[in-house]
């Protein structure tokens, strides 16, 4: 699994219909439903593969959704 920037990640969520709802610092925070999801944005740094798999998975997100 290739790592991607934070900001790249926020992007993608939007595309799956979660909204962003809050910014704190460094951390924006994505809600749909009833569930939501804090992502470090750090310029284009990339987020770690453990955080982003955690996303991915909090998400329903697929590696394709990636892209």
């Known amino acids: 699994m290739k790592s991607i920037s934070g900001k790249k990640l ?3 969520l939007e595309r799956n219909g979660w909204k962003l ?3 704190k610092g460094s951390h924006h925070r994505y809600q749909k439903d009833n569930m ?3 992502i470090p944005i ?3 740094q990339d987020v770690k593969i453990g955080l982003l798999k955690s996303v991915m998975k909090q998400a329903n997100l697929t590696e394709s959704d990636l892209i």
Request: aromatic share 0%; proline share 0%.
């Open 36 to 38: 939501s999801i804090s």
């Open 10 to 12: 926020g992007q993608i």
């Open 42 to 44: 750090h310029g284009n």
């Open 21 to 23: 709802v809050r910014i």
